[in-house]
């Protein structure tokens, strides 16, 4: 769960009214999708697919315009085992909203979750902000998909 004072975080982020919470209620999931697809950061997930990875996650962040109905512009996932380790996921900001200290909050809310766990990541184009934020590289990452990637007829709860 975010503090208190961090679910409450409001700022203007260069004329946007920005809050922070961790509440995936009032969300327009097939908006996300469409932001994601614009900003060229979706994945191939459906909405619905998006929807439940969240909710099935142990600690999330969204940032939300507040001068917009509470409009998505930002989210980030964390996934824990509760004891040593954590994996940082789908961190993304809104196009619109970047380099205005949106992902950071974020970023920084789900770490100060799960203290004296190990957070691993995955990035790209992004090593500079995580860097920035305290990441470090390491010598190497493997992964293995399991079956079709993102197979609608996977089990699921």
Known sequence: MITAATSRARWHALGVRVRIDDSLEGIDWDRVVSDLVRDDFHNGRPALSLRRSFQQSQHVAIARDED??????GMA???????????????WTHSACRNRGVGSSMVKALVA??????????????????????????PEFMSKIVGTWLDPGSPGP
């Not at 917009?68 to 512009?73: A, P, R």
């Not at 996932?77 to 961190?91: E, F, I, P, T, W």
């Not at 004296?116 to 920035?132: D, K, N, P, S």
């Open 68 to 73: 917009d109905g509470d409009h998505v512009v």
């Open 77 to 91: 996932r964390l996934l824990s085992d509760g004891v040593c380790n954590a994996y940082l996921l789908d961190v």
């Open 113 to 138: 979750q799960v203290p004296g766990q190990h957070i691993g990541l995955q990035t790209g184009e992004a090593r500079a902000f995580y860097v920035a934020l305290g990441f470090r590289p390491q």
